[in-house]
Nanobody
Framework: QVQLAESGGGSVQAGGSLRLSCVAS????????VGWFRQAPGKEREFVVA????????DYADSVKERFTISRDNGKNTVYLQMNSLKPEDTAVYYC??????????????????????WGQGTQVTVSS
């Protein structure tokens, strides 16, 4: 089992920045791909970004490219999501998720929520215009 806990959400004005953290406990964190997803009211959960076991390979949704940056520190069992130039349409509950994919599996990145086995409780991000 892997337990995930997000933090860092809040309310900001458009153009502002936030940094989300996802802290993991349980299994060997470096064996897991971590993704961030978000869900706005009345909408389906959507992929934001994912990072592979070593932090080298990433995949971003087009809507957040050049604005969001994902990174990870396996020594701290933590993945970060730096969000800059925030827009009102970024308003959502942000979830981190993990899927087992060690180095031997290749990049292991996935944009599909149902391929991730473990989820955090979510953190609210609200961007006002």
């Amino acid at each position: 089992q892997v337990q995930l806990a997000e933090s860092g959400g809040g309310s900001v004005q458009a153009g502002g920045s936030l940094r989300l953290s996802c802290v993991a406990s349980g299994r060997t964190f470096s064996n897991y791909v971590v993704g961030w997803f978000r869900q706005a009211p009345g909408k389906e959960r959507e992929f934001v970004v994912a990072i592979n076991w070593g932090g080298i390979t990433t995949d971003y949704a087009d809507s957040v490219k050049e604005r969001f940056t994902i990174s990870r520190d396996n020594g701290k069992n933590t993945v970060y999501l730096q969000m800059n130039s925030l827009k009102p349409e970024d308003t959502a509950v942000y979830y981190c998720a993990a899927r087992f994919s060690p180095k031997e599996y290749g990049s292991g990145l996935s944009i599909l929520p149902n391929t991730y086995s473990y989820w955090g409780q979510g953190t609210q991000v609200t961007v006002s215009s």
